[in-house]
């Protein structure tokens, strides 16, 4: 028991060296005082924890939009290169290239939008007649019915006709998002073009004179690669469309353009089953809309085309551009597209071209072993192959002994 001054107690320990007379620091009922300040500390933590982690899921989107700036500043950096080296200053040649890429952009659209959206219109129009086709011959061919286009649209009407204002809203609420969206990749793209070697230089700043050498060199690999990269897959999709866009007006399959630039766009851009995605939307108009030797035809089509593109077109075109094993960039096109969403999934190829170039230029190679696991296997002479050949060196042998004996006079 505590005496009256308020001494604290003492805890009497027999087997203690001060035979138990060292006073206890606390009482052993209540906490120590050090506990509510370590719960408020991690309190505090958590909190901070969390909000960290909400701002950073807030501004996914911008590390994205900055992303995009930044491969596109390194797409148009040989154009402001070349226009610095013929005299012109960095910021008039930055505007220069930006701008003009722009007016590019708004200048292929206005060709092309009108006819296009035309066509578009066309095409949803259409589409229940399309429906009413493709659902008689499936119920031809495999005796299944479907609903009647009426129905379906009845019952789309009936499911979604209450979110029309809602849909409105998101559709004024993407537009503005979009235009910040450009608006946003468009002055950092030109502000980084504009820098240039500065900003390179404010970044080696922070680095010591071994580290700016590899930061330099790793940054000029990435321009290449990029550059190279998105330049070839463009003249690869603009030629894939005009080709495209020509065979279908010429077979007489409606909606040419705007199916062309699909399937331009999609089998460049996307790796692997791009080519069959782009190029199963065209032949299933032809089927529904014209029959099926014209869709026979347009997918004919897409297959030579194809070899020809693998075979002249992109050994071409993409001589300097790094070249990617189509698993890799397939599962590169899945993984960036599940983490970022679409504009991942479009990235994805420049951001893995890029890692494998570093990859090819860091990491050391080494000679390899003699294996039969490392090639394929001989093939193996057929016994009718073997056969001939035995009776070819016979004939050989006899011709040359007669040839011989003749020599000889003996014959």
């Keep these: 028991m505590p005496d009256d001054g308020g001494t604290p107690p003492h805890v009497p320990d027999d087997d203690a060296p001060d035979g138990g007379t060292r006073p206890v620091l606390h009482d052993s009922a209540r906490p120590p005082r050090w506990v509510p300040r370590v719960l408020v500390m991690g309190a505090v933590a958590v909190f901070v924890a969390a909000w960290t982690w909400t701002a950073l899921g807030q501004l996914t989107t911008l590390f994205v939009y900055l992303l995009i700036a930044f491969f596109l500043t390194l797409a148009l950096e040989p154009v402001v290169t070349w226009l610095v080296r013929h005299g012109w200053r960095r910021g008039l040649a930055a505007g220069t290239a930006f701008f003009g890429s722009v007016i590019v952009a708004l200048v292929v659209l206005a060709l092309f939008g009108n006819l296009f959206i035309q066509q578009l219109v066309q095409l949803v129009g259409v589409l229940p007649e399309l429906y009413v086709a493709a659902s008689g011959r499936i119920q031809e061919t495999f005796d299944v019915e479907l609903p009647a286009s009426d129905d379906l649209l009845a019952q789309l009407v009936t499911e979604y006709g209450t979110d029309v204002a809602t849909g409105t809203i998101a559709v004024g609420t993407t537009v503005v998002g979009l235009v910040f969206a450009a608006l946003t990749i468009g002055l950092v793209t030109y502000y980084l073009m504009a820098a240039g070697p500065q900003f390179r230089a404010a970044v080696c700043r922070w680095l010591s004179p071994g580290r700016q050498t590899e930061v330099l060199r790793l940054w000029e690999i990435t321009q290449v690669k990029v550059s190279d990269f998105i330049s070839s897959r463009i003249v690869l999709a603009a030629l894939s469309a005009a080709f495209t866009a020509v065979f279908l007006v010429i077979v007489g399959t ?158």
């Design 254 to 411: 409606p909606y040419a353009l705007p199916l062309a630039l699909f399937t331009g766009i999609v089998s460049q851009f996307i790796p692997t089953i791009g080519t069959y995605i782009g190029g199963a939307l065209p032949v299933a108009v032809a089927l529904t809309s014209q029959g099926v030797p014209q869709a026979v035809a347009v997918l004919a089509f897409i297959i030579a085309y194809q070899q020809l593109e693998n075979l002249y077109f992109s050994p071409k075109v993409s001589a300097r551009a790094l070249e990617m094993n189509p698993a890799m960039s397939f599962v590169a096109v899945l993984a960036f597209g599940a983490v970022f969403g679409a504009l991942g999934a479009f990235l994805a190829l420049p951001i893995a071209a890029t890692i494998q170039a570093v990859a090819n230029t860091y990491l050391q190679r080494h000679e390899l072993i003699d294996s039969e696991l490392l090639r394929d296997p001989e093939r193996a002479p057929s016994r009718k192959g073997s056969r001939r050949a035995r009776n070819a060196r016979a004939a050989r042998e006899a011709a040359r002994t007669v040839d011989q004996r003749r020599a000889d006079g003996l014959e």
